[in-house]
């Protein structure tokens, strides 16, 4: 039901709706998700009552986004530029897609919505210097919008994963400011996320959701996860059992691979390699397996029953990973959407 009418969003770089997610349980009408992934569409339209717009954001107009918005209420525009060219694991920052952000940007020039939530990693606040980052606020500087922003800390917000984001918000109303903490005395655990899931085994998936599967696991594998111990390391095992590349000088300092969690403190980062048991610290704490696509997701904090492939077609490891990781965690959209609404309770337009 939507409670919030006097105001609608539209999401750009939208992926499977994380955040618009966010705002739809929070009442707020979605005017309509944009992405360049058709791969998205079923999951963002069946999840979110709101049309998908294939579209490279880069391409689009003035009247093409203000088309969107109803006649009247105001006008809420959020995002998350695609986060891989700001992130430490893209060493070289030869992305050409950090761009994308000027987009954002421009879009908001043309547009001048009432209120603006831009979602990302820290690291572009550092950024080529910074620069990346100050040109999109000097953007909304010049247009003499109200600006908060700052790093949140999911755990702080009843996220179950230590997953760190910048968040700005801004608005034309009146000064705006970033959500409080929630959570801040009782993090959400692995535990309290994915405890009750049914159990499975590595290469298999449960009858009655088709999304809780682990992918299987090789011979060697399988013994290095049974020698494995939550919050361990590799450097745990038999020697016999150690990577060749982790003998090596260059390997020696990557101990976050080939772990399991523990069930007693929220996940590491949910990245889009996680249904992976080599790629992280992605073992299940207790079952000799990764995690399925399901708990990833609900580790993003999607519903337990968000759907991501229509009925009857088959569930691509990769593909969902993809999706599941480069998400916005709709814990964290929630809580930026309960902030626009106080704001809009406060400011009317």
Not at 52 to 73: A, N, Q
Not at 140 to 145: G, P, V
Not at 274 to 298: T, Y
Not at 307 to 323: L, Q, S, Y
Request: hydrophobic share 35%; proline share 7%; charged share 25%.
């Amino acid at each position: 039901m939507k409670t919030t009418k006097s105001a609608s969003v539209v999401d750009l770089f939208c992926g499977v709706g994380g955040l618009s997610h966010g705002f739809f349980q929070e009442g707020f009408p979605i005017a309509a998700g944009i992405d360049i992934d058709e791969g998205c569409r079923y999951a963002y339209e069946a999840n979110n009552d709101a049309p998908f717009v294939c579209r490279d954001v880069g391409s689009l107009t003035k009247i093409d986004v203000e088309s969107l918005y109803p006649s009247s209420g105001a006008r809420i525009l959020v995002g998350c530029a695609p986060c891989q060219p700001f992130s430490t694991y893209n060493q070289k920052n030869n992305d050409p897609n950090w761009r994308l952000l000027s987009n954002f940007g421009k879009l908001i020039k043309e547009t001048v919505p009432d209120v603006i939530s831009m979602e990302n990693v820290p690291r572009l606040l550092s950024f080529r210097g910074g620069d990346v980052f100050e040109d999109f606020k000097s953007i909304l500087d010049s247009l003499e919008y109200y600006i908060d922003y700052g790093v949140l800390y999911g755990p702080d917000y009843g996220l179950p994963q230590t997953r760190s984001r910048l968040v700005l918000v801004a608005s034309k109303l009146g000064p705006i400011s970033l959500p409080k903490p929630t959570h801040k005395n009782r993090h959400r655990t692995v535990k309290d996320a994915i405890g009750d899931l049914p159990p499975l085994t590595a290469g298999n998936a449960h009858y009655a959701d088709s999304l809780h599967r682990a992918s299987g696991l090789s011979k060697i594998n399988l013994s290095r996860i049974r020698a494995s111990k939550p919050g361990g390391t590799w450097r745990d095992w038999d020697k016999s059992l150690v990577a060749k590349c982790h003998t090596e000088e260059t390997g020696r300092g990557y101990s976050s691979v080939y772990g399991r969690m523990r069930w007693d403190e929220p996940s590491p980062t949910i990245t889009t390699q996680f249904f992976g048991f080599g790629n992280g610290r992605f073992g299940h704490p207790k079952q000799d397996r990764a995690l399925s696509l399901r708990e990833g997701a609900i580790l993003q904090s999607f519903p337990k029953d968000y759907k991501f492939v229509p009925p009857g077609k088959p569930v691509e490891f990769k593909r969902i990973g993809r999706m599941i990781g480069n998400a916005v965690p709709v814990v964290l959209g929630q809580a930026i959407a309960r902030k626009i609404k106080q704001h809009l309770k406060e400011y009317p337009k």
